[in-house]
Structure formats: structure tokens, C-alpha cells
Nanobody, 114 residues
Framework: QVQLVESGGGLVQAGGSLTLSCTASEPIPGLNAMGWYRQGPGNQRPVVALIVKGDIATYGDGVKDRFTISRDNAKNTVYLQMNALKPEDTGVYYC????????WGQGTQVTVSR
């Protein structure tokens, strides 16, 4: 079974930067999208960024000018470069991959202090 392993979370001051990485343990059959979702204090898990075939990227509200999603197909890895971080970016960031099946990572905590 494919596993998605995230890394790069941590504690950072407002205005700082972090880069998240997510690597799949093996190529994902039928892969057509990878991305990141964020779990905040509530139950919702809104999308942060997605990248689909053709390296077309879409972003959630409030991050487009600060975050950049990219991927390295040869490494089965997706990245999220986060700049100018704000306290409201705090949450658990989950890696997501959609192929024949939908896969989720275990999550990595990002905390942005004031």
C-alpha cells in the first residue's frame, strides 16, 4: 500500500518561511493530482494547494501570493514552499494524492507564532 510521508513542519515566527515535502513510497497508479490540505481548530480540512497533470497549480483562499506548490515526478515528491507565514496558517498539513485511489499522509504540524 502506498504511503505518503510528510516532513518540514515546525514552529516559525510570523513572516518566516517553511518548506513541506511529501514523498510517496512508490509510484501512485493513475496519479493525476497531489497537494496539501490544512486541518485547523475545527473539523474542516480546506485545500491549501493542488497540482495536477501538466503542473497546473491551484491554491486555497489567502495563500496564492505566499505559497508555491511544486513536484518532482522522478522522486514521487510534492513540495509546498510557504513564505510570509501568518498565525492563521497554523494547523496540521496533510499531503494528498489522487490516483486510482486517494491517499493521505499522516500530517505534519505547522505553528506560526506572533
Amino acid at each position: 500500500q502506498v504511503q505518503l510521508v510528510e516532513s518540514g513542519g515546525g514552529l516559525v515566527q510570523a513572516g518566516g518561511s517553511l518548506t513541506l515535502s511529501c514523498t510517496a513510497s512508490e509510484p501512485i497508479p493513475g496519479l493525476n493530482a497531489m497537494g496539501w490540505y490544512r486541518q485547523g481548530p475545527g473539523n474542516q480540512r480546506p485545500v491549501v494547494a493542488l497540482i495536477v497533470k501538466g503542473d497546473i497549480a491551484t491554491y486555497g483562499d489567502g495563500v496564492k501570493d505566499r505559497f508555491t506548490i511544486s513536484r518532482d515526478n522522478a522522486k514521487n515528491t510534492v513540495y509546498l514552499q510557504m513564505n510570509a507565514l501568518k498565525p492563521e496558517d497554523t494547523g496540521v498539513y496533510y499531503c494528498y494524492a489522487r490516483g486510482v485511489r486517494t491517499e493521505w499522509g499522516q500530517g505534519t504540524q505547522v505553528t506560526v507564532s506572533r
